[in-house]
């Protein structure tokens, strides 16, 4: 009967053990830090806006993805291609790659950085040329290797810049890069979004399951 007991004893204790660790903060692969059910992410994340346009939607969209993922306890740097540099494509390419002080912190800025998110407008059936040209100035093949990345498409007309969004991945996924699944495509984006608001409640839904899938991700 003792036996029993004290068995019946040490199962509690061991029990209890366990509960305490589960309430402890506890750390994961260095990267999120877990305290009475709350996270705080602490790996760096960047949106990059697609477009050297101005006065973009995409610039927009990305001040709400920042907005958003603050509210969540993610903070959020936001590269704007209407940053670059007007030579760009003459001072910060092929022989001139990591050359050009003007270009270098957008390139520090991608390669340290764990987790991306991509404003995709879209352009002629795909995404910017501006985008394609800042991706081919960055480290090859270290600025994207082993990342992940979350797309978003948005567009005037009715695909949501669908197929822009397939062609990024495919060359993302050629880069090493692992690409979140869920892809909002953001069609009609003049009708639903006024820039800091969404009148469309789908679009709002999309978004957020996006964010807090990429969080997870």
Aim: net charge negative; aromatic share 10%; charged share 20%.
């Amino acid at each position: 009967m003792i036996d029993i007991q004290n068995a019946i004893l040490i199962h509690f204790i061991l029990f209890a053990k366990v509960l305490l660790i589960r309430n402890e903060p506890s750390y994961h692969s260095g990267s999120l830090i877990y305290l009475s059910n709350q996270s705080v992410d602490t790996l760096q994340y960047t949106i990059i806006s697609g477009t050297n346009r101005s006065n973009a939607k995409s610039k927009m969209l990305s001040s709400y993805y920042q907005q958003s993922l603050k509210e969540k306890g993610v903070t959020a740097d936001i590269i704007d291609l209407h940053d670059l540099p007007d030579d760009y494509l003459f001072s910060a390419l092929y022989e001139e790659a990591g050359k050009n002080p003007t270009t270098q912190h957008f390139r520090d800025q991608v390669k340290n950085s764990d987790k991306l998110i991509f404003i995709v407008a879209e352009y002629n059936g795909s995404f910017p040329g501006a985008l394609k040209a800042f991706i081919d100035g960055m480290e090859y093949p270290g600025a994207f290797s082993n990342k992940k990345a979350a797309l978003v498409g948005l567009s005037s007309g009715v695909q949501g810049a669908g197929l822009a969004l397939s062609h990024l991945t495919d060359i993302l996924n050629y880069c090493g890069t692992h690409v979140l699944a869920q892809k909002p495509k953001l069609a009609h984006i003049e009708k639903h979004f006024d820039g800091e608001v969404f009148s469309n409640p789908l679009y709002q839904q999309l978004i957020d399951e996006q964010i807090e899938a990429f969080i997870e991700f």
